[in-house]
């Protein structure tokens, strides 16, 4: 009995063997299955409904890119005592009420014809743009690179970040600086939203409780990034002679586990804390008061 015997390839009158790129179906049209890549006969072996999460994905962003870009066109409707819009904060225009108690420079008047949340709009954006967890999102969601695990993408080359325009991906750690500062104004805002509309502390209305759910969730999303878990722990050879940074790099990557869900939870947050401000200088609705 032969012990060891290795099935032989069949092979043709020429003696050639027949590999997997013969095979009936083997040929694709991009993605996995061209180059030295292995020729499968199928695109994915997948049975479950794994286009739902990059379909839901994109709808969700797309949702969130008209309405924003609304906004931030809109150029009205963005301040009502004792508020001011996440999208046009810090409030930079003639025609936003001077707020007292509240820095109100006027940069953007006349001179300027569009809306200045298209300028302010560029630190918060940059930042999220660049996020890693977003960039598997859209990446997956509208670029289909891949769609999913195990399912082949259709692109036929493949560069990574290192070409224009996604090289300037590597400008993340620079805007969480910026978002940062964000951050720390959308504070400021928040405790000046402890004022009622004559400028008074002690207020207490439904767009504050707003306000301090969308920050808390700002800050959690802004230290949960990557950069920041880098920031406070990277590159040290020895955290047991660094217990405070240690310890800021153990809570940072606690949150980082949960980067996802705070990345869609801030985003969800910011915009309705702008809705309800917009809602309110319409007229549309009345500030619930607490106390």
């Known amino acids: 009995m032969a012990t060891g015997t290795q099935p032989q390839p069949n092979t043709s009158s ?4 027949k590999t997997a790129s013969t095979s009936p179906g083997a040929t694709g049209t991009g993605g996995v299955q061209t180059g030295t890549r292995p020729a499968l006969a199928e695109r994915h072996l997948r049975t479950d409904r794994w286009w739902l999460a990059p379909a839901g994905t994109a709808l ?31 409030c930079l225009a003639e025609n936003c009420e001077q707020m007292q108690g509240g820095p109100n420079w006027a940069l953007f008047g006349e001179w300027w014809p569009l809306s ?12 999220r743009l660049t996020c890693y967890y977003y960039r598997k999102a859209y990446y997956r969601s509208f670029w289909a690179s891949p ?3 195990a399912v082949a993408e259709p692109h036929k080359s493949y560069s990574g970040e290192t070409r224009f325009p996604l090289i300037l991906q590597n400008l993340h750690r620079y805007f969480f600086y910026a978002a940062v500062l964000v951050a720390v104004i959308l504070t400021w805002d928040t405790v000046l ?29 802004t230290i949960s990034c990557h950069s920041c878990r880098h920031i406070v722990g990277g590159r040290l050879k020895h955290f047991s002679k660094h217990p405070v940074r240690y310890r800021m790099w153990s809570v940072v990557g606690r949150l980082n586990a949960r980067h996802m869900q705070l ?3 801030s985003l969800l947050s910011v ?16 500030d619930l008061q607490l106390f």
């Open 271 to 286: 915009g309705l804390a702008d809705l309800y401000v917009y809602l309110l200088a319409t007229g549309a609705i009345t």
């Open 193 to 221: 939203a402890f004022r009622n509309t004559d400028y008074e502390w002690g207020h207490m209305g439904l767009g504050t409780v707003v306000f301090l759910i969308n920050i808390v969730l700002i800050w959690a999303y």
């Open 14 to 17: 020429t003696g050639s063997s």
């Open 263 to 265: 990345a869609w939870a």
């Open 116 to 127: 200045p949340a298209l300028i302010i709009l560029i630190f918060p954006l940059g930042f």
């Open 60 to 90: 969700g962003l797309l949702a969130f890119i008209v309405y924003s870009t609304w906004r931030a066109f809109a150029n009205a409707d963005y301040y009502v005592a004792p508020y001011v819009s996440p999208f046009y904060s810090p």
């Open 147 to 149: 769609p999913a695990c």
